[in-house]
C-alpha cells in the first residue's frame, strides 16, 4: 500500500506545531512557542496579523529539515472556526479561506491553519484540507433547544480528539465506529462531552464558553439568576464576566491554579510546585482535594445525561485529553459512571497524528471529501 507524505500544521493560542509524517512515521516535529512579548504587538489586532510569522515558522521548519518540497503529498491545518458543518475531511477552497480570513464566527489562531495550508499547499503542487474542526455539528433537533428560541445550545468540541477516540474505541470494541454508541469525555483546559450515534456527535456541551461542568479554566454551566445579578450589579465589566466564564473560572477561581497536575501533587504530598499559584495558607489540601472532585462530579453527572441521551445503550465510555492521567479524577469518574458501561482511558490527545491520519483518508478516498460552500453546508 502506498505510503502518502503529509504535513501538519497546528496553530495554538501561544504555540505553533509542524510535523512531517511518511505515511504513519514521523521524521520531524517542530514546537515553537511564543512568549507574551512575541504576541504582544498583535493583541489588539485581529489574529490575521499573525499570518506571516506563523507561516514563515512553519517554512523555516521544512528548511531546518531539509524537506524536499516535491515529496508532499498533502498539507492539512488545524480547523477553525467556521460555520457549523459535519465532521470529515475538507479541502481548503476559496469559501472556506474567506470565513477563516474575516474571522466572523470567532477569532482564533486555529483559523490560521487552514490558511497556511492552502498556501503551502499552492507551492508544493498538492491539496489542503482541514479535518472535524472545533464547530463539527451534528446535533440532533431536540438538543439545539435551550428554553431560549433566541439563544440555542451550540455543538462547540473537541472534534478532532472526540473522532480519533471514537474510531480507537470502536477498534477495541471490535466494531465500526458507525456502529457504537459512545460517551466521549475530553478533558484539557475545557471539556467536551460528545453522545456518540452511529458515527455522529448527536449532542455535546458548548465546551468553548457555554454549559457543562466547570474545567480547570472555565465556570462551565453556571446558575443563571446569579449570573444575570452580577451581570447588572455595577461590580463588574463585560470583560471581568468573560474572564470569571472562560480563563479565570472553574478550577482556578477555587484553588488558584488551572494546573491540575500541581493540584495533584499538593493533594497527594503537599509538595508545592513553583509558580504554579497554590498558596498553602490560602488552600488546605482537603479544600483542594474536594474541589477536583467536585469538577469530576460534574464530568459524571454530565456523562449520566449523555446516557440518557443514548437511551442507556452505550457501548463505551472512553475518557481523553490531559486530564485522562489524573489519578484523583479518573478514578472517581470511573467509580461514579463505572455502571453505565465500561470506562476506557485514552490519555492525552495526539493532533498530529490525527490530522496526519485524515489527510491519508482524503488522498486515498477522495470521494469521501467535503466541500465547504458560501454558507457552510458541505456539498457533493
Given at each position: ?57 512553519a ?5 531546518e529539515?531539509g524537506?524536499?518540497?516535491a ?21 481548503v477552497?476559496e469559501?472556506?479561506?474567506?470565513d ?21 499547499a ?53 466494531k ?58 455595577g ?5 471581568e ?9 472553574g ?26 499559584g497554590?498558596d ?19 464530568i459524571a453527572?454530565?456523562?449520566g ?71 457552510g453546508?458541505?456539498?457533493?
Open positions: 500500500m502506498e505510503e502518502y507524505n503529509v504535513l501538519v500544521i497546528n496553530p495554538g493560542s501561544t504555540s505553533d506545531e509542524v510535523s512531517f509524517f511518511k505515511g504513519a512515521r514521523e521524521l520531524f516535529h517542530k514546537t515553537v512557542r511564543y512568549s507574551r512579548a512575541d504576541l504582544q504587538p498583535f493583541e489588539t489586532l485581529k489574529v490575521s496579523a499573525q499570518y506571516e510569522m506563523r507561516r514563515d515558522m517554512l523555516a521548519a521544512l528548511k529539515h524537506l524536499d518540497t515529496e508532499v503529498h498533502a498539507v492539512i491545518g488545524r480547523g477553525g472556526l467556521l460555520r457549523p458543518i459535519p465532521g470529515g475531511v475538507y479541502e477552497n469559501a472556506m479561506a474567506e477563516l480570513k474575516s474571522g466572523e464566527r470567532g477569532d482564533h489562531p486555529s483559523n490560521l491553519g487552514g490558511l497556511i495550508a492552502r498556501e503551502l499552492g507551492k508544493f503542487g498538492c491539496k489542503a484540507f482541514i479535518a472535524d474542526p472545533v464547530v463539527v455539528d451534528e446535533l440532533e433537533p431536540l438538543a439545539r433547544y435551550s428554553g431560549m428560541p433566541e439563544n440555542p445550545r451550540l455543538s462547540l468540541l473537541h472534534a478532532l480528539n472526540q473522532k480519533r477516540i471514537g474510531r480507537h474505541a470502536a477498534r477495541q470494541l471490535g465500526q465506529y458507525w456502529e457504537c454508541r459512545l460517551i466521549i469525555m475530553h478533558g484539557g483546559g475545557g471539556i467536551s462531552i460528545g453522545a456518540h450515534k452511529d458515527g455522529r456527535i448527536v449532542d455535546v456541551n458548548n465546551a468553548l464558553d457555554g454549559d457543562g461542568p466547570f474545567t480547570p479554566q472555565r465556570a462551565g454551566g453556571v446558575p443563571a439568576g446569579g449570573l444575570v445579578k452580577m451581570c447588572f450589579s461590580k463588574y465589566t463585560q470583560e464576566i468573560k474572564l470569571k466564564l472562560k480563563g479565570r473560572g478550577l482556578i477561581a477555587y484553588t488558584g491554579t488551572a494546573d491540575c497536575q500541581a493540584l495533584e501533587k499538593y493533594i497527594l504530598t503537599g509538595e508545592v510546585v513553583p509558580g504554579s497554590i498553602p495558607e490560602k488552600l488546605s489540601r482537603e479544600k483542594a482535594r474536594e474541589a477536583v472532585l467536585a469538577m469530576a462530579y460534574q453527572k454530565e456523562i445525561a449523555m446516557a440518557a441521551v443514548l437511551e442507556g445503550k452505550v457501548d463505551a465510555i472512553a475518557l481523553t485529553g490531559g486530564l485522562a492521567y489524573d489519578k484523583i479524577i479518573v478514578p472517581e469518574i470511573k467509580r461514579r459512571v463505572g455502571w453505565i458501561a465500561q470506562v476506557l482511558s485514552y490519555p492525552g490527545g495526539d493532533e498530529m497524528a490525527a490530522l496526519r491520519a485524515a489527510a491519508e483518508i482524503a488522498l486515498r478516498t477522495p470521494a469521501s471529501v467535503k466541500k465547504y460552500d458560501a454558507a453546508v458541505p456539498v457533493a
